[in-house]
């Protein structure tokens, strides 16, 4: 029985070639769609909390803002654009930048707003209000720690894809580029 492909046997190896070389690329896509996705989420958590707090919308309007980023990105990775691995990196440090305000932000407010019911606590308890300064101090410190790391890293690794896109444009025929952007 003959083949029914439209395409001769060197035509389906520079597709299979092309499909194995893009692995990476589509991998990346992956990422950047769950990224995309989880930041959505925290964005919808944040925004029930603005009704109530300026913070928590600045917090929503920012998480959203880079989870609409995030999936630009992937639509130009699956594209093979470079240019979205570029979006994709800088957006990883767009969301360094915006938790690392939030952590600040949260560092300075436990040194200037009185915190709540500290002083009948400090009736039952003895003087907790440097302990409960301490751990805010500790927790959002860790935090920014954390941060930087994951988001450094995460912003490396997308900006590592731009390299893979362009070699994979230099080593794949444009019709199959074309071809593997129409099927995805």
Known sequence: MPDPSPLNPAQQQAV???????????????VATFNGWTLAIMAGLSLLFAFT????????????????????????????????????????????????????????????????????????AGPVGGLARTLTVAVYAAVLVLTAVVQGLNARYYFARRRLIEEFRAQTPEWVVGLLRRLG
């Open 16 to 30: 299979a070639d092309a499909r194995a070389r893009a692995a990476r690329i589509h991998a990346a896509a992956r």
């Open 53 to 124: 707090s300026v913070v928590a919308l600045v917090m929503a309007v920012g998480l959203g803002w880079i989870a609409w980023n995030e999936f630009r990105g992937r639509a130009r990775l699956r594209a093979f654009d470079p240019g979205g691995a570029v979006l994709l990196g800088r957006n990883q440090l767009a969301l360094l930048a915006l938790i690392a305000a939030y952590a600040l932000y949260s560092i300075v407010k436990a040194f200037v707003v009185p915190i709540p019911y500290l002083a009948e606590l400090e009736q039952i």
